[in-house]
């Protein structure tokens, strides 16, 4: 998995109550192809300000080729954006 704040495309779903869940995202790779990966699990939620940007972290979790990703995604409320940050555990 490439490196930290990758822009990448989200397939979320919101709850009636406003409540935001990813289920899976895409990224590039360097060959041009697209990568789907599917979240297994959301571990945790945090709402956080970055220099004034109000971010939502959602921390996850996907297998993906038999290996198990522990990642980021990061959603930027106001300019609606969506990153990729990968952690290391």
Known sequence: MPGNNIPV???CVCSAEGVIRPLRFRIAQE?????RINIDQVISTQNVQYTGAETQ??????????????FDLKYLIRSHRW???????
Not at 31 to 35: F, K
Not at 57 to 70: E, G, S
């Open 9 to 11: 495309d989200v397939i």
């Open 31 to 35: 060959d041009c192809s697209q990568l």
């Open 57 to 70: 972290i959602y921390r996850c979790q996907a297998v993906v080729d038999d290996r198990v990703w522990m």
């Open 83 to 89: 990153y990729l940050s990968r952690r290391l555990y």
